[in-house]
């Protein structure tokens, strides 16, 4: 897509925005998810500064500029009522609508840039880390994959191979393993981008003294539903035992990899002792949401920023509250999710 037709989609649905918030759609959307007590929970996962978001082989639907990450933060801080994931329970009728943020994988500008600005408000977060991918230059394969496409088009930024991406996540792990040696063969090693790092073990034990509440997101990252039953129940067990030895804490909450899940892998996570669990899907966690498939909001920089390229409150309203009540709209409720969602209340 070039750059004109892009600034004509952007104007466009900034035009919309701008119209739901004049019109006070935004702000109703708003207030029938706080009267409902529902909670926005949010998914984060990387913020960058501006040398990082150039170097990154990330893709912007994970990435936060430090400066957008600064408004929002501030923005959560005076307009919503942020919670802590282990203390929130939906159902309350609260002033503000209430907020949980959650960041996935563990990157190390977690610390480095985050966890400043989260302190300096003192608002709550849980980060969900792969412990066996803790300390690792680019642990996970996107990042390694468009490292080693740059190789072949060094003028293409980590958007510009989102195809490519989109299909390997609908592969096998032996199928990527061969789609990797294939591209290799032909080209030297990708250079690996140190931007591109998890957290270490000292940086996590930091964090979690200065009140960050760690979570599991599998040892190694899989698809839980792309593998055993068994194999599945070690992921989760090895990065349990990992993570309490380590903070000396009980570790008992958990976000699927890239958020699939199923009655399955649910009924795992129920087995591990885990209480609560997130997944990607859209959508606000309501009294009637399984709290073992807790629905998030992802943001990232394209749906919180307007024309100016800064953040813009009324986008965040519409990509982030008013897709939510869209979202928990159209939802049923189903006897199986509500019995759930008691058995839930009641921990």
Known sequence: MNSALRYLRLLARCLWVQFLDWSGFLGSAEEALRER???????????????????????????????????????????????????????????????????????????????????????????????????????????????????????????????????????????????????????PPATGADVDRTLSWSEVLEMNLGGVRFGSHTNTHPILTAISPEMARYELRQSQTALESALDKPCRYFAYPNGDCSDVTRQI??????????????????????????????????????????????????AIVWKAWRATRRSSTEPRVAAQAAHCAGR
């Open 269 to 318: 996570v129920s087995g591990a002792g885990f209480t609560r669990a997130v997944t990607t899907a859209h959508g606000a966690w309501t009294t009637s949401s399984d709290c073992l498939a807790v629905p998030r909001m992802n943001v990232s920089e394209s749906n919180v920023v307007g024309l100016t390229g800064h953040f813009w409150p009324a986008m965040f309203r519409y």
């Open 37 to 187: 007590g529902a909670i926005l929970v949010l998914t984060l996962h990387r913020v960058l500064d501006e040398t990082s978001s150039e170097s990154t082989n990330s893709l912007s639907g994970i990435v936060l500029r430090e400066r957008t990450f600064r408004r929002l933060v501030r923005h959560l801080a005076t307009q919503y009522d942020t919670v802590d994931l282990a203390e929130a329970t939906p159902g309350k009728t609260t002033s503000r609508l209430q907020t949980v943020i959650t960041f996935d994988d563990g990157w190390r500008d977690n610390y480095t840039t985050a966890f400043p600005i989260i302190q300096a408000v003192a608002l709550p977060v849980t980060i969900f880390v792969c412990p066996a991918l803790l300390g690792q230059e680019q642990p996970f394969w996107p990042e390694r994959a468009v490292g080693l496409l740059k190789t072949m088009r060094n003028d293409q930024a980590p958007d510009d191979f989102s195809p490519v991406i989109e299909r390997l996540k609908r592969c096998t792990e032996t199928q990527r393993a061969r789609f990797f040696r294939r591209v290799s063969l032909n080209n």
